[in-house]
């Protein structure tokens, strides 16, 4: 694609190249990071089961398996159990694109990537060493920014326990979050579904 838009003046972005490179796990990182802390997002999370696990390990063959399936093992053994993983600790925001701090180092899987920039006397952290330079780059833009783990360490939130976050945000716990099966989402695609099998009959 950057070869075709060559002829336009068009050239890969910076850090393109990290980005290629660590396609094979961010989306990785993105969903278990949602899964855990579906109890207090605004969507539904579910976890593959094994025949998708299985399409998992064959679409990323050198990392899924060594750097992810065993964390949906083992929390599928915890479902069982009745025990299905929260992650009852806010983690930090990059302060740029504010998605919590769960990549890890470009070739090294098993080191998160945490950068900083001190500015006016405070410090700020960030996920990569793009979202870096975009603070860099305009500082007094993104201080700005109105990080929701950040408030409610501040209480600025509703109170301190979840109940009282999701209360101040409005959300109905079951309903507007946690997991995907046995949610009314779930079961609207349902009824949906039915009734285009009823339509095409």
């Not at 890969?12 to 207090?40: G, I, R």
């Not at 500015?119 to 109105?146: L, M, N, T």
Request: charged residues 20%; glycine residues 6%; negative net charge.
């Amino acid at each position: 694609l950057f070869q075709d838009l060559a002829r336009y003046g068009l050239r890969p972005p910076k850090y393109a190249d990290q980005a290629t490179v660590e396609a094979d796990h961010v989306s990785h990182q993105n969903w278990l990071t949602f899964h855990q802390h579906a109890h207090v997002a605004a969507f539904h999370t579910w976890a593959p089961d094994r025949e998708h696990l299985d399409w998992l390990s064959e679409k990323y063959p050198t990392t899924f398996d060594k750097f992810y399936r065993p964390n949906w093992e083992m929390w599928a053994e915890m479902t069982k159990q009745g025990k299905r993983f929260y992650n009852m600790a806010l983690p930090m925001l990059c302060q740029t694109c504010q998605i919590p701090m769960v990549y890890t180092e470009p070739g090294d899987p098993t080191t998160i990537c945490f950068r900083e920039s001190n500015f006016k006397g405070e410090r700020y952290h960030f996920c990569s060493d793009g979202c870096k330079d975009i603070f860099d780059g305009e500082p007094e833009k993104y201080v700005q920014a109105w990080l929701p783990a950040h408030e409610i360490y501040k209480g600025a939130c509703g109170g301190p326990t979840v109940p009282d976050v999701l209360a101040w945000y409005r959300l109905n716990a079951g309903v507007d979050n946690m997991d995907y099966v046995g949610s009314p989402d779930e079961a609207l695609w349902n009824s949906w579904q039915a009734g285009a099998v009823k339509a095409a009959e």
